[in-house]
């Protein structure tokens, strides 16, 4: 049986650092995985290495059971794989509606240069992550958090993706902000996207999971429903301290 995304054994040292330990799991079709875990667990370099952006010392990553481990990362963005930053990425000089128009291009020189933009589409994805027309030529200085979040989550679906990788969505934003991008996630849950959501925001993250992996120093620590995971005498000590 083949996964939309499986980590088959999967290691990662920054020199003489174990960031990623052995790890193996699978993200089922439409399932929506929380993968939570102190700093420095590993949980980022988890997705830089599905994404590509480093590569891992030994393991296998599969997509749809094509191993994608050794692909650079626009071939695995085509395979329909996407991020987003915890820390967002925005050119500055560009506004809104320029910033996703660079996740619909196409990783072809000629094509990008030569291909009108499509206003169209590029507009459609600014209103549906609840940017309003008055946003849409405002540039990243301009934006709140909140804002600058859902320009990545543009940025991403303009990819046509169908597994997401969320890091950290919820840091910096407001509850009325966590609110927008949690019904947005919701709404690509519905439609039956693929996710995988780091989160430190633990109550904000609950209600938008199918289940849940927590990680300690690049490993497994325990793995199930939220409410298993959070009972777990390991994750509570990692994790929480002990309380
Ligand atoms: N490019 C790098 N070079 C060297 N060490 C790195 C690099 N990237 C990450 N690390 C180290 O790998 C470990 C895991 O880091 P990672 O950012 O994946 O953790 P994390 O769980 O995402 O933490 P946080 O919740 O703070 O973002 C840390 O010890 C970190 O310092």
């Known amino acids: 049986m083949s996964y ?8 990662k040292r920054f020199g003489g650092l174990t960031a990623t330990n052995h790890m193996s799991f699978e993200v089922n079709d439409g399932e929506s995985l929380g993968l939570i875990g102190p700093n420095g667990a590993g949980k980022t370099t988890i997705f830089s290495l599905i994404m590509g952006e480093h590569r891992q010392t030994s393991g296998e990553i599969l997509c749809n059971g094509e191993d994608i481990s050794s692909l650079p990362t626009y071939a695995r963005i085509g395979r329909g794989v996407c991020r987003t930053y915890q820390i967002p990425r925005p050119f500055s000089e560009m506004d ?4 996703i128009r660079l996740g619909l291009m196409p990783n072809n ?3 990008m240069l030569t291909r009108n933009p499509d206003r169209y589409r590029e507009i459609e994805l600014a209103l549906s992550v609840g940017f309003s027309e008055d946003d849409l030529h405002r540039h990243p200085a301009e934006l709140s958090m909140g804002d600058l979040r859902k320009l990545e989550l543009a940025r ?11 890091d950290e969505v919820f840091a910096g934003l407001t509850a009325g902000e966590i609110a927008q991008i949690a019904e947005l996630i919701n709404k690509k849950r519905a439609e039956g996207m693929t996710l995988i959501i780091v989160s430190h925001d633990l109550r904000s993250l609950e209600p938008l999971i199918d289940r849940a ?16 995971v959070m009972a777990d005498p390991d994750v509570r000590a990692s994790y929480l301290g002990g309380e």
């Open 4 to 11: 939309p995304l499986e980590l088959k054994d999967v290691v």
């Open 96 to 99: 809104v509606l320029e910033n």
């Open 109 to 111: 020189l000629w094509q």
């Open 156 to 166: 991403t679906l303009a990819t046509d993706p169908s597994i997401m990788l969320l």
């Open 213 to 228: 992996i927590a990680m300690n120093h690049g490993s497994i620590v325990a793995e199930g429903s939220f409410a298993k």
